[in-house]
């Protein structure tokens, strides 16, 4: 059963999560999240000693509802048709915020990679995690003869999420579906045998 320091706990970690998704980390300031939470500010610091532990606690959440969403959608016979809809799906989820705010996990390596250790050792432990699961899609796709065996699993696996993760950048910018929708194209035709 929920408390209400848990209920408050998850109402500041979802209204933070808004704001630095939205505006980013070092634009979002403590009155901000006080003022779209109605917390007192007193009340955050009591759950929270400091914008960088929030930060974090935003970023885990983050990267919980994602893969959470990732893992929903992901479906199909083969597994070619199970690697299309993980990226149909990473198109939706964007295009249902009309690519506002990009990629959070993105965002926050440029705005605080290798300035912040906690946040650097996070936000690369959500790629290696996406590298992963990509790869063992791929070596599934592979053993069924779907995708080309001439690039290493690995190499594949990252440059897809390189490649993703600029496609929502360049879509964020537009604010088209057609970037991130090139891209995931150019994924598929690239990889098939």
């Excluded at 939470?37 to 007193?42: I, S």
């Excluded at 796709?141 to 440059?159: F, N, P, Q, S, W």
Aim: proline share 1%; glycine share 10%.
């Amino acid at each position: 059963m929920a408390t209400k320091g848990m209920d408050t706990k998850e109402k500041i970690v979802q209204s933070a999560l808004d704001l630095i998704h939205t505006g980013g980390f070092c634009a979002t300031s403590m009155n901000d999240i006080v003022e779209a939470t109605g917390v007192k500010k007193g009340n955050l610091y009591f759950h929270y000693s400091g914008k960088d532990e929030l930060g974090l606690a935003v970023i885990r959440e983050a990267r919980r509802q994602y893969n959470a969403y990732l893992r929903d959608r992901i479906t199909g016979d083969t597994p070619f048709r199970r690697l299309e809809s993980l990226l149909d799906a990473i198109v939706s989820f964007h295009r249902s915020r009309d690519f506002r705010g990009g990629c959070i996990f993105g965002n926050t390596a440029l705005e605080l990679g290798g300035q912040h250790e906690g946040f650097s050792d996070l936000i690369r432990d959500v790629f290696r995690e996406w590298t992963v699961m990509l790869a063992g899609m791929i070596d599934n796709a592979k053993e069924a003869g779907e995708v080309r065996e001439d690039i290493k699993t690995e190499v594949l696996a990252r440059h897809i999420v390189a490649l993703l993760e600029g496609g929502v950048m360049m879509s964020k910018l537009s604010g088209s579906d057609r970037d991130l929708t090139d891209c995931v194209k150019s994924i598929t035709a690239m990889i098939r045998p």
